[in-house]
């Protein structure tokens, strides 16, 4: 493996990493290419991830999470990168769901789904893009409103990670005005027994093929009114953008953790196969091409260990998480590019890991926030 200790690292976090690797050669990368067939990984997994204590690692021992931090999920969304196990939606579920429950619900809301969610009972989603608006948050059409004691859901979501595992699902609603803004938004739990909530296609991707990312559907889907998020209607906009820096610092995470993978596996590879009588690593051209390749992904972690760093002493901005997500991903995307071009044919053939992450990694522009929302941040704040 071509990756540089990261300075946080620390022997607490290399046997956990260990430990993490082996759960994932064990559980997971053996059935893998039948998960990607399937379009799903068996929810099984998911009990054994918990079972495993690799379900909601930042959150509260109380609340029945490791109480770790953030480099904990950094270390198992490293590992996911480096052992090649693809699509599992475990970033979403422990990395942005969990957090926002523990930052904004109350206790009443914490005690009821974290711990379930921690042991892998219940698989939880966030459900904020639609067909007609995901860039633009503002315009979400799902509404949520009171009748007594109740909130009832109408709506349409498409593109969501874990659709069709998820027991829990965190729905970017509009209380207020539907064609109001962002003092209208709140987010609403539905747990998916309830009645009208229905779950649509799960969507044939490029690249994940593992994960179950799927339409769903509210069709009035009624919610105890106390199933807002904190309690309060109208603060799910603020919500959303407190979080930001660090889903999208946990996107960097993977993009970084990516390109050592591509790296590595190309390297194994130009050193035996064979041209014109000598290995491709003997062409200068192969050297210099990976060589740009090495320098980029060692300047990337130089980097995203800083801003690790930084999120750590409460410090990483809003702009600065566009900027770790901009910039990681679009290099994750060149990197992987040039890797995969060094296997020429054998490149373009799923069965070989490369094309795999060369498949995976497209996404990194689009989801979290597209690459050119990410230049909107960066150039609003210059
Ligand atoms: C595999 C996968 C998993 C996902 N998981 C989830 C999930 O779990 N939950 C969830 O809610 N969503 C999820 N998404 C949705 C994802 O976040 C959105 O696709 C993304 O935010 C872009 O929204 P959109 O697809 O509607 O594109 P649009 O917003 O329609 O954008 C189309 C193009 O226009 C550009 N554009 C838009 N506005 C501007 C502007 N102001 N200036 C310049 N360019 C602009 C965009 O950058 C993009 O290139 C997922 C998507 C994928 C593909």
Not at 38 to 58: E, H, M, P, Q, Y
Not at 197 to 220: M, P, Q, W, Y
Request: hydrophobic letters at 40%; proline letters at 3%.
């Amino acid at each position: 493996m071509i990756a540089l200790k990261s300075g946080w690292m620390d022997e607490e976090l290399e046997i956990f990493s260990d430990s993490v690797r082996k759960f994932f050669e064990r559980e997971a990368v053996p059935h893998n290419e039948r998960w990607s067939k399937a379009g799903i990984i068996d929810r099984s997994f998911w009990n054994k991830a918990g079972d495993a204590g690799l379900l909601c690692v930042t959150i509260p021992e109380e609340y029945g999470g490791a109480g770790g931090g953030f480099r904990h999920e950094a270390v198992i969304t490293q590992q996911e990168q480096w052992t090649h196990f693809s699509g599992w939606g475990n970033g979403v579920h422990s990395g942005i769901c969990a957090p926002y429950i523990l930052g904004y619900g109350t206790e009443e809301q914490k005690k009821r789904w974290l711990p379930k969610m921690a042991t892998g009972e219940l698989v939880c989603a966030i459900a904020m893009t639609e067909p007609g608006t995901g860039s633009d948050l503002q315009a979400v059409r799902t509404t949520a409103k009171r009748d007594g004691n109740s909130l009832v859901i109408n709506g349409q979501k498409t593109f969501i990670t874990n659709g069709q595992h998820a027991d829990l699902i965190i729905v970017v609603c509009k209380t207020g005005d539907a064609a109001g803004g962002a003092k209208n938004i709140s987010l609403v739990m539905v747990e998916a027994d309830s009645p009208g909530f229905r779950r649509g296609r799960n969507l044939d991707k490029v690249g994940l093929h593992a994960a179950d990312t799927s339409e769903l559907f509210f069709d009035d889907v009624r919610v105890p009114a106390d199933y807002v998020l904190g309690g309060d209607e109208g603060r799910g906009f603020y919500q959303l953008m407190q979080q930001l820096p660090r889903e999208r610092l946990i996107i960097a995470v993977g993009a970084v953790a990516g390109m050592e993978a591509a790296i590595d596996v190309t390297v194994d590879y130009v050193k035996q196969r064979k041209a014109f009588g000598k290995a491709l690593l003997d062409f200068q051209n192969t050297q210099f091409v990976l060589a740009d390749c090495k320098a980029e992904a060692v300047v990337a972690r130089t980097f995203l260990d800083e801003y690790i760093t930084r999120l750590g002493r409460g410090e990483l901005t809003p702009e600065e998480g566009a900027i770790a997500k901009l910039w990681t991903c679009e290099t994750q995307c060149r990197v992987v590019d040039k890797c995969l071009q060094l296997f020429g044919g054998y490149g373009y053939m799923m069965e070989y890991p490369i094309g795999r992450m060369y498949a995976d990694a497209r996404v990194q522009r689009i989801y979290g926030g597209t690459s050119e929302i990410m230049r909107l941040l960066i150039a609003r704040a210059l």
